[in-house]
């Protein structure tokens, strides 16, 4: 029996996910889904956590400061000076206050606020404003070529913009904060998705987007609540079962999309070959199986 490593983890503590190929994923069963796509634990008190995927050399994680501020350090998984060295990062706020400094430059967010940081930051540090009700920051990071500035997106900046319908239990609501247009990254996009009161489906009729890895984070789901998330070739689907503030990696082969049993709202990330955010093979439904 040959073993297939699917993961590992650094000295410091960074998952580490391989890449995969389609062909072998229509062998997975659960338990090799879910490590491969699934992060399961990406808030933990007084931590940062972060993993590391080989598609697209994409990185996601969840800061949850206490009292002292979390530092962003380089890894062996990367193996370069510091994290930014060669590459860019946007930290999206889900919750409380907090202050994610840049190079001795403090910036406070609240829920619904980004700052983009741009290859060549040196320091990077999430702090949160009162301990008592911490910041919850979602870092994505993709490798960069160019050197862009550090910004600062706010919630109130974004123009939403609205999609779906009720009849089809998938409105929802779009906004873009990193497509190229309010921000200038290399290749890193990313925005938040809310679903309406009554919908459950996001991102149907589903696509892929062989050219880019794209990665969904679900939260503001009840705790009992649980999501159908689905994944695979389009006439070979998935699932994973998914729980509040978990995190999903879906390869560019991969359709991604989901239904949850009550609302929920996704923050998603892509790297790749492009920055076009309409560069999106459509599924037909009648190709769905």
């Known amino acids: ?26 062998d997975f069963g659960t338990t090799e889904l879910r490590r491969h796509y699934l992060v399961e634990r990406v ?19 969840g800061a949850m400061p206490g009292a002292e501020p979390l530092h962003l350090t380089s890894d062996e998984a990367l193996r370069t000076g510091y994290f930014c060295e060669r590459r860019e990062l946007a930290a999206f706020c889900l919750g ?19 700052v983009y940081i741009g290859r060549g930051s040196k320091q990077v540090s999430f702090a949160s404003n009162d301990p008592a009700d911490p910041a919850r920051l979602y870092p994505a990071s993709a490798p960069a070529h160019r050197e862009y500035p ?5 919630a109130d900046d974004v123009a939403p913009v609205q999609l779906g319908s009720a009849r089809e239990a998938n409105s929802r609501t779009l906004r873009r904060y990193l ?9 890193l996009m990313m925005g938040w998705t809310q679903l309406s009161t009554g919908s459950v489906w996001n991102t149907m009729p589903c696509h892929t987007h ?39 990696i879906s390869p560019g082969w991969s359709v991604h999309t989901g239904a949850g049993t009550g609302n929920y709202s996704f923050l998603w990330f892509m790297a790749g070959e492009n920055v076009t955010f309409e560069d999106m093979d459509v599924v037909p439904m009648a190709e769905l199986r």
């Open 43 to 61: 808030f933990v008190s007084g931590e940062l956590r972060l993993t590391y995927s080989h598609e697209d050399r994409v990185v996601l994680g």
């Open 210 to 248: 062989v050219r880019r890895t794209e990665c969904y984070f679900y939260f503001d789901l009840d705790e009992d609540a649980r999501l159908v998330h689905l994944l695979g070739e389009p006439d070979e689907t998935r699932h994973l079962i998914v729980r509040n503030e978990q995190a999903v």
């Open 150 to 154: 550090t910004a600062v997106v706010r």
């Open 96 to 114: 409380g206050r907090g202050l994610v400094e840049v190079d001795s430059v403090q910036h406070e967010v609240g829920r619904g606020d980004l």
């Open 1 to 26: 029996m040959v073993m297939c490593i699917t993961q590992r983890y650094t000295e410091a503590g960074v998952d580490v996910r391989y890449a995969t190929d389609p062909m072998a994923a229509r």
């Open 179 to 187: 497509d190229g247009t309010l921000v200038e990254s290399c290749q």
